[in-house]
């Protein structure tokens, strides 16, 4: 017989955390330390307390609501999201994980049954790159891939750093509770598992109930600045010229190229970011900078590609007298899911009679950091159309019902075991 | 016996213009109607005032600044150029014809020489697009190649109008004196002559000290907006893209290729401008929005290539699955200089041992309009490497001297036949 979520309340406490937003309905917008990611962190944590759940955080602003097992010496079992937002994001990213967590724990503890190991759930500290310009933020510092003094040095545009913008909650004794404690040892957790919306078309295109996550890719970026030389756009004949921007536009078109023609299918390559300068419609760009990413599943194709396109790059600018310093941002491995959790899961998803496909996760998200603390997977539920970072980024109360479900099924059977 | 200007009196005027800057020095930045540009105008009244010579302004702010000639009622001999500069600019552009303008005028008046026609020195408002997105608005006012009623639709980046923002000394009564009072109508002058610094490296690469301007290159501006599908750079897989900058860079690539390729050695295109949307790095472009300025001497080739890059377009956005809206910002016609003036004015360097070169002008210039309304002509000096729009641009004081010496003599003669 299983378990059975409160839908009706998981829904409106949905409905509530979007209202916390720095920008009007249906946008969500939820900055790292904002006024507006405060409120919500005490919102939530007021709900752990309704619930009888035990909580704390860790110097990083990582929050941990704990379901405890009849044997709490035990590496607990955990799930978790984020809340946090990008600008104009909408209601479903993160918060389904970390909303849909906290009603499995409830609907664990209301139930009687007695799970031997500890359920904690974990609502990760910036995992969108909005204010830091790297994402993951609190999990890459539980996983230590990213360390305390890489962590100093981030500034946010106005120039702040992660410690003055902590709020005092979070900084404990300073003699005794720097970011290092924010590390996670090895054996912490026997599992990890987070719900979250696909962010891609493939569950909804199909009409598939879940996405059973084998692997994430390995994202990487970079960053490229072109210097080369400007002038009037009337008075520089074509032959003289050095037209930063071209040698972007030639180096966007090969990232492209180089996804296409890599031998995995799972490459994706992206630049999203284009500036130039000085800007001027009658000035030949004289600097341009772009930001590229890059992702798969397999590290030694995305290797070859980001080989290539540098290579293209190289010969792009030496061409056209232009100068190229590339900067890498980040480049993390790809995690393999556990075949423990997702076989429990499948069986789970079987019992309740949900559709379910194995499939990829080409998005970044806390679990690809937890994944090396503990085995790790991912439970994905349909969104429309694929849509997400967007105001219209919608997921239907029944797949919520569904992921919620199965995960609730999944953490009871990983915890008692 | 030339006359002889004053050239340690314009070397310091020129040196006091650069500190009317918002910018510290060595960076220029007089933006029309702003605090800097109105105490110019007024400080080069002061001077023209200092030196008994009566001005006026029109509703547009063109100032005019007139040596009376001994018959006042012929078409007077115009010189004159512009004293706006775009952010962080130079000392030199524009500038150099107007305070050589005001020199000229000066030495004439000292000299004892009685000219029959007036000979009239224009300072034209914002020929700089920085404000209003569109260069030469004076000269394109005075010519009625921008109608009053097109002028009163331009809006400034705060939504602000030219008649909004003009201060109250060039609104006359508002009931008799609208933009449209502007229009110069013909016969209202018998020549116009401006002195400008290259702005391209030929005369400073040769060792030239003038440039005798024949033909000035025909420039059209346009611009695209690309509109695709945005979405999260790791969850679309590539064939389901649509990503509007990829299109972009490859238009612009384009109007590279339809340069090089032109038949003419005189065309030239850049892309100035490229903005995207949501500009992320983890996000696809949605949109891309690009500025592409393509001039010629030869409008018949300079049409070709403009239909070409316009297919080129359509073309890359048909097979990307991304919309194209192709928007048209100015498209003018190249000037023919008058013979007439470029032979007076090379007798006269041939008499001041000046060496000189006839060539084209591939900037926008005051010049391109007036050649609307008179015979019109230009004197180029060299400025170092071809540099201009920016801090270190820079005029000799010996090509400054040479150039105003030339223009002083070829008004005088233009100006008593």
Same mark, same amino acid.
């Given at each position: 017989m299983p378990l059975t979520p409160n839908i009706p309340r998981l829904l409106d406490e949905l409905s509530h955390l979007a209202t916390?937003?720095?920008?009007?309905?249906p946008a969500v917008t939820r900055v790292l330390f904002s006024e507006q990611d405060l409120a919500a962190r005490a919102w939530l944590l007021g709900l752990a307390e309704n619930a009888g759940l035990t909580h704390r955080a860790d110097p990083a602003g990582n929050l941990f609501i704990t379901l405890e097992g009849t044997d709490p010496t035990l590496p607990a079992v955990a799930t978790g999201s984020h809340t946090d937002a990008i600008? *104009?994001?909408?209601?479903?990213d993160g918060v389904v994980g970390v909303l849909g967590g906290l009603e499995a724990l409830r609907t664990i503890a209301a139930s009687g049954e007695k799970p031997r190991r500890s359920i904690e759930l974990i609502m990760f500290t910036a995992e969108e790159p909005t204010r830091f310009g790297i994402g993951c933020l609190g999990s890459r510092l539980m996983a230590g891939t990213l360390t305390p003094d890489e962590a100093r040095q981030l500034r946010d545009p106005e120039g702040r750093s992660l410690e003055q913008l902590?709020?005092?909650?979070?900084?404990? *004794?300073l003699e005794q509770v720097s970011l290092i404690t924010a590390h996670c040892s090895l054996g912490t957790y026997s599992h990890f598992l987070e719900l979250h919306i696909?962010?891609?078309p493939h569950l909804d295109a199909s009409g598939t109930d879940i996405g059973l996550v084998e692997k994430i890719a390995a994202p990487a970026a970079f960053r490229l600045t072109f210097t080369g030389t400007g002038g009037h756009a009337g008075a520089v004949l074509m032959p003289g010229r050095h037209d930063a921007f071209l040698a972007a536009a030639e180096t966007a078109l090969a990232v492209e190229k180089a996804a296409l023609d890599?031998?995995?299918?799972d490459t994706v390559g992206t630049t999203g970011v284009i500036e130039v300068k000085p800007g001027a419609i009658n000035s030949i760009p004289c600097h341009a900078m772009m930001e590229i990413d890059f992702r798969d599943t397999d590290l030694t194709a995305r290797a070859a590609a980001i080989s290539g396109i540098r290579q293209a790059a190289e010969s792009t600018c030496h061409r056209r007298g232009v100068t190229l310093d590339w900067q890498q941002i980040n480049s993390d491995p790809p995690a393999i899911c556990s075949q423990e959790i997702l076989a429990v899961a499948e069986k789970h998803a079987v019992e309740l009679g949900y559709s379910h496909v194995r499939m990829i996760s080409r998005a970044y998200h806390d679990s690809l950091f937890m994944a090396r603390l503990c085995p790790t997977a991912m439970l994905f539920i349909p969104c429309l159309n694929g849509w997400s970072h967007r105001p219209d980024e919608y997921a239907s109360p029944e797949a919520i019902a569904k992921g919620t479900t199965l995960l609730t099924q999944t953490l009871l059977t990983l915890a008692s075991p």
């Amino acid at each position: 017989m299983p378990l059975t979520p409160n839908i009706p309340r998981l829904l409106d406490e949905l409905s509530h955390l979007a209202t916390i937003s720095a920008h009007p309905a249906p946008a969500v917008t939820r900055v790292l330390f904002s006024e507006q990611d405060l409120a919500a962190r005490a919102w939530l944590l007021g709900l752990a307390e309704n619930a009888g759940l035990t909580h704390r955080a860790d110097p990083a602003g990582n929050l941990f609501i704990t379901l405890e097992g009849t044997d709490p010496t035990l590496p607990a079992v955990a799930t978790g999201s984020h809340t946090d937002a990008i600008p *104009n994001a909408g209601a479903y990213d993160g918060v389904v994980g970390v909303l849909g967590g906290l009603e499995a724990l409830r609907t664990i503890a209301a139930s009687g049954e007695k799970p031997r190991r500890s359920i904690e759930l974990i609502m990760f500290t910036a995992e969108e790159p909005t204010r830091f310009g790297i994402g993951c933020l609190g999990s890459r510092l539980m996983a230590g891939t990213l360390t305390p003094d890489e962590a100093r040095q981030l500034r946010d545009p106005e120039g702040r750093s992660l410690e003055q913008l902590r709020p005092a909650q979070y900084q404990g *004794n300073l003699e005794q509770v720097s970011l290092i404690t924010a590390h996670c040892s090895l054996g912490t957790y026997s599992h990890f598992l987070e719900l979250h919306i696909e962010q891609g078309p493939h569950l909804d295109a199909s009409g598939t109930d879940i996405g059973l996550v084998e692997k994430i890719a390995a994202p990487a970026a970079f960053r490229l600045t072109f210097t080369g030389t400007g002038g009037h756009a009337g008075a520089v004949l074509m032959p003289g010229r050095h037209d930063a921007f071209l040698a972007a536009a030639e180096t966007a078109l090969a990232v492209e190229k180089a996804a296409l023609d890599s031998p995995s299918d799972d490459t994706v390559g992206t630049t999203g970011v284009i500036e130039v300068k000085p800007g001027a419609i009658n000035s030949i760009p004289c600097h341009a900078m772009m930001e590229i990413d890059f992702r798969d599943t397999d590290l030694t194709a995305r290797a070859a590609a980001i080989s290539g396109i540098r290579q293209a790059a190289e010969s792009t600018c030496h061409r056209r007298g232009v100068t190229l310093d590339w900067q890498q941002i980040n480049s993390d491995p790809p995690a393999i899911c556990s075949q423990e959790i997702l076989a429990v899961a499948e069986k789970h998803a079987v019992e309740l009679g949900y559709s379910h496909v194995r499939m990829i996760s080409r998005a970044y998200h806390d679990s690809l950091f937890m994944a090396r603390l503990c085995p790790t997977a991912m439970l994905f539920i349909p969104c429309l159309n694929g849509w997400s970072h967007r105001p219209d980024e919608y997921a239907s109360p029944e797949a919520i019902a569904k992921g919620t479900t199965l995960l609730t099924q999944t953490l009871l059977t990983l915890a008692s075991p």
